[in-house]
Every structure is written in C-alpha cells, then in structure tokens.
C-alpha cells in the first residue's frame, strides 16, 4: 500500500484521553486480555476499593503505552496505491519506544482501497508487542520479493499446515522469513482461509495481501530524515509462536538451488509464491547435538567477544561505541549472534536461547549482572534491559578470541550493518552513493512549433537538455529563406518577426534597433527565461532513466553552506539542502562530530519548508564538510558556500 511515498501534514500530539481511548479500541480489536491482579491484590480490595483501582490500573496502563506510548503524535497523510493510482487517505499515529527515535507505529485508512475501519500495526509495533497478530512464515527469497509490494501467494506458504487457528480469511496478520523466524516483517490481510488449508503444494491464488512491510515509505519515515530501522535477528516474544521452525530451516532447499518462478496466471495477479521439495534423506552430514552447558559458555563467550571487539574497534568512543541502554533485542541480534560458533544451518537450531539454561533473554541478562559484567534494570512490562557494562573486567580484557564462522556476502553484509548500529544510528545509506544530475527545459507553447514539436507536458520527449535546444535553435536558423546567418560571421543573427516578437522582449530595445543578435545571446535567452523554456531536473542513481523517476521543476538544487559569526568569537558552519540528494542530516553530524572534534546539531532549517533539516557545526569546517558531501557524491559545483565572516569594505 506504501510503495509511493505518503505525503503527512503535520503532526499533533494525542491527548491522553484520546490516547487511552485508542489505545482501548487497539486492544478490543485485537483481543488482547488484561492480566487479572493477584488474589491478595483482590481480597485486599475488597476492603479498600481505593487500592483496587490503584492496583488494576498499572497493568492496563503499562499495556497502553507498550501499544501507544505517551509521546504519540497523529498526523493525516494522503497517497496512491494499485495500478490505477486510488486516492488513499487516513491517519498515521507516530511514537517512540525507550531508547528509539519517533516512528510510525500504527496507521488507520480512513477513505480508498482497505478502508475498514481497522488500526494498522506497523512493523515496529509488531517488533515491540509480539503475538498481537497471528504469524505465518515464508521462505526467504519470498520475503525479498514481498518486500519490494508483491503479496504472498498460497504456496508462498511455510511451516504448515497446521497455520495458526487465527488466520482465517479477513484477519490481520504477521510474516516472517524462514532465516528470521521470529521478526515480522510484513503486514496483511489474509485472503483465503489459510487456518482451513491441507496443503499449499500445488496451489494457486492470493493468500495475505500486504498492507505495511520492512522496507516501504512507512517504514523509512522519520522526522530527521534517519533511514528506517533494520529488523533485529531475534525477538524472543515471537518465539513462543514458532515451535518446529528452526528446525525445519537447515532441512530446506530449492529445487535446483534456484527459485521457482510462479506461474503466467500468478505472476498475473501480482503475487508471488515458492514451493519446495523435502531433502532427501541421508544427504546431510550428521552433527552432533551440544550439551545445555556448551550452548550457555558458547552465549557467555559471544557477549564477552563482543565487548573485547568494541573495546579493539572504538578505543576513544564513549562506552567504547555502544549505545546505552541496550535492549533485549539488540543485544540478541548484535552483541551475541554474530560471535556464537554457527558454522553451519544444523549448529544454527542448537544455538538458540530457548536451549540454553537461563530459556530467555531476561534470565541470561540477570546471569551477566550476577556475573558482575553488566548492571541491568527491570522496567514497567517485565523487560530487563543493560544500563551498563564492566569493559575493564579481567575477563573481558584478557579475553582470546577465537575463530569465527566464515559468512557468505549477504551475511557478511547483514553483519556490516549491525556493526553500524552500535553506538549509532544505522549504517549511512548515502556514503559512497554516485547519481547523475540532468539538467532539462520544457518549451513553452510560444515556440512551437517553429522551434519545438507540439508535445504534451507529460511526454517525456517534450523535455530537452541545453545542447538538444542548441541543436533546434541551430537548425530552425539554418532553415531560413531568405537565409539569416551572416555569411562573414556565422555568429550574428539577422532579427525576424519570429525572433523579434517571440523570443526578444519589448525591452530589447537596442538589440531591435540594431536588427541583429549573437547567436550566444539567443540562446541564453532561451535558456534563461522560463517563459520559454521552463527549467527541470532530476537526479538519476545508477541504472536509472529519465523514464524511471518524476521530474522536478527548477534548476538543480544545491546544498548551501553557510560560515557565519554567532559571537565575536564564535564561528560555526551551517548546512542545509541535504535530503534531495539522499543525505541523512543527522548521520552526517554524526560523522562531522567526530571529524571536526566539536559540537554539532540537527534543527529545522530557518525560511525553509517543513523537513528540510540543517546541520550545525562549531567552527569554519568548510572543507571537511565539502569533503564529507563528495564521499556521499555531491560534486562542489552543487555545494554554494556562502562567507558572512568577512569584515564589509567601508568606503
């Protein structure tokens, strides 16, 4: 549904009673029971009605802020969804979990395709309230295809039947991949009963239509203009849902090692599906099952590898790059995972933390804080979270690290990013990015046909570069009978009616009084005046064509750089203009923080629109941050430095 970005009007904050009043509608939808108090709690409110409402009202509202936190903000947005382009309007409501920035966490289509009145669940509230909706699986190439707007197909279908007794036809659920088979990743509304189903082999048709998924406008939104945030490896809520499924994982091929495509009527209806053949048995080498002790020094030894590599990778960082607090989740998928010894799919179903001693994340973290590695807290929703970690104790420092397994590219990709996420923000998407910058005129109906064909505004062909334009002004002046080029200097121009009543103004006076005009200067008129020639752009990635993106009117845009005084002796760098070309504000002054070795802040930029973001530095750092744009590949012909600091010459 949000493949096309959405445009959001701005944002209000929720009032606490219309808060609690969604938040009672979001939990009615979805059936979700409030816990009853302990049977002290109610015999002790039998005498005191007083303590009964203090003791009921902490759990439900702990639900609440878990589905809505206080700091939720609602904002109508707009957009177009399916071939024909339908008008599609709701709300978004936006929030932040602890220790997140703001995001879009629940969405409600109010007017065009699925308006049904439901609140939505983004996946980042799927993230952080499992088993709110059923969860099905599917395989991983599926996944790929269903997170670039195709919907999942019956035999897209994984780890069933039997599919969860919820999943019937109209009902809002979760996907998940095989490799990830506790992260949601993709939202829907099933299509067929799939509870009902006996096979999936060999059959056709639609079975969840996506609504929300990891990867769409939804999900890349946020105020600063931050890249969306990549799904954890492992989110132990989910866990409980997926019994049987790591261990199909590893026993799952592709017949010939390769997808299999759907067929001409699936591929029709947009979806996309995979079908699998069980392996054979005998074909995979038997490992030997670890003991419930050699899973737990395994997971201890992976957190303690993790520190050490901080400690080697960041040594002048503040907490040696890590982000404090850290969440379960995190540390799951980026401080354990990537330094347990998985040296293949079958080590991949014993090392888990279900088959540990401690069963879940919220024990193993008590076991560090027992251990004295860590100082962990318990927060309101029974989640333990790290406030702290011992980077000096003797286990950590005299730590020997050994082998780890040998990734494939994508893993190894997969690993890169999350190495990124410590500490920061993700990963800066636009660092080593390369586009090109064309540069088009759109005549305008005053020259055409004489100069110009009579095309449309929306035909590409009606858009020209400033040689094309050069090339038609050159041959309509060679066409001309009697001729008007001068024979001894092919550079003058006789003036016609043409010329003089449609391209030269009333105020050319001279130039009519002379009768002629350098061809240079006609064409700078051409070029100058967008009454003519109205000025378009558009910024092309790789492999892309003038066809593949909308074109924006006006010359290209610039990123404008400014030094200027705040006090005497003050002087700071602003930057703004950075989002056309695809920079994260405040990535970069994250790395001009660290470069320049001062202060930096992200603000909304003064006279601008609304999301245009400026970045602030202290002190004169024009050429780190032009050198900070060129590796992002904005070229200095795109960058305007503006010096304020420059005392006035007095006269």
Request: glycine content about 8%.
């Amino acid at each position: 549904m949000f493949k096309k970005k959405p445009t959001i009007k701005t944002l209000a904050s929720v009032r606490s009673s219309d808060r609690r009043k969604i938040a009672d509608q979001i939990i009615r939808d979805y059936n979700i029971s409030i816990p009853s108090p302990p049977v002290a709690a109610q015999a002790e409110s039998e005498n005191d009605p007083a303590a009964s409402a203090n003791t009921a009202a902490p759990s439900l509202a702990s639900i609440r802020t878990a589905l809505l936190p206080e700091n939720t903000q609602s904002g109508r947005f707009t957009t177009t969804a399916g071939p024909e382009l339908a008008s599609v309007h709701g709300t978004v409501y936006v929030g932040s979990h602890p220790g997140e920035i703001e995001r879009i966490l629940w969405f409600k289509v109010e007017q065009g395709p699925g308006a049904d009145g439901r609140i939505y669940p983004t996946v980042y509230t799927l993230w952080h309230n499992p088993r709110l909706v059923p969860l099905l699986h599917t395989f991983g190439p599926v996944m790929d295809k269903l997170q670039h707007g195709a919907d999942l197909m019956t035999p897209g279908l994984a780890n069933g039947p039997p599919f969860p007794s919820a999943a019937v036809k109209g009902a809002l659920v979760a996907v998940a991949s095989l490799e990830k088979p506790t992260v949601p990743s993709f939202v829907g509304i099933c299509e067929i009963d799939v509870a009902g189903l006996g096979q999936v082999h060999g059959a056709k048709g639609h079975a969840v239509k996506g609504v929300q998924w990891e990867g769409d406008e939804l999900w890349a939104w946020s105020h600063d203009g931050r890249p969306g945030q990549r799904s954890p490896d492992y989110i132990e809520g989910w866990a409980e849902d997926i019994s049987g499924v790591e261990e199909g994982v590893g026993g799952l091929t592709l017949e010939g090692g390769k997808e299999q495509s759907a067929s001409p009527e699936e591929e029709e209806e947009g979806g996309v599906s995979l079908e699998t053949e069980a392996p054979e048995e005998g074909l995979q080498e038997e490992v030997i099952e670890p003991t419930t002790k050699e899973i737990d020094t395994g997971f201890h030894n992976a957190f303690l590898y993790a520190v050490y590599q901080l400690k080697r990778d960041n040594p002048s960082a503040p907490h040696y790059g890590l982000s404090l607090p850290v969440q379960p989740s995190y540390l799951v998928s980026n401080l354990i995972t990537p330094y347990l010894p998985i040296y293949s799919p079958q080590h991949a179903q014993f090392y888990q933390i279900k088959k540990t001693s401690w069963k879940n994340v919220k024990k193993f973290i008590k076991h560090l804080d027992k251990e004295k590695l860590v100082k962990s807290k318990d927060r309101s929703g029974g989640e333990t979270i790290i406030m702290d970690v011992d980077f000096d104790d003797a286990r950590v420092t005299n730590f020997e690290p050994y082998k780890l397994p040998r990734k494939d590219k994508s893993a190894s990709d997969s690993a890169q990013n999350a190495q990124g996420q410590v500490g920061g923000h993700g990963k800066d998407p636009s660092l080593g990015q390369s586009f090109t910058v064309k540069n088009l005129y759109r005549p305008g109906g005053k020259l055409t046909p004489t100069l110009f064909p009579p095309f449309s505004n929306a035909d590409p062909k009606n858009y020209y570069s400033s040689s094309e334009v050069s090339k038609r002004l050159n041959d309509y002046l060679a066409s001309q009978d009697p001729p008007i080029v001068s024979p001894s200097n092919p550079r003058i121009i006789s003036l016609n009616p043409f010329i003089s009543n449609t391209i030269l103004s009333p105020g050319d006076v001279a130039r009519l009084r002379q009768g002629t005009i350098t061809r240079d200067a006609l064409l700078r008129r051409l070029l100058e005046d967008p009454t003519l020639c109205a000025p378009f752009h558009a910024i092309l990635k790789p492999n892309q064509t003038l066809e593949d993106v909308k074109l924006k009117a006006g010359p290209v845009p610039k990123v404008t750089m400014t030094i200027e005084r705040r006090t005497r002796a003050k002087v700071v760098t602003r930057v703004f203009g950075l989002e056309v070309f695809g920079i994260p504000p405040v990535l970069l002054a994250e790395e001009l923080q660290k470069k320049c070795a001062g202060s930096t802040s992200v603000t909304q930029a003064t006279g601008m629109e609304r999301g245009v973001m400026e970045v602030l530095v202290q002190g004169d750092h024009r050429r780190v941050v032009e050198a900070a744009l060129v590796s992002r590949g904005v070229k200095t012909q795109w960058v305007d430095i503006v010096d304020k600091t420059k005392s006035k010459k007095t006269s």
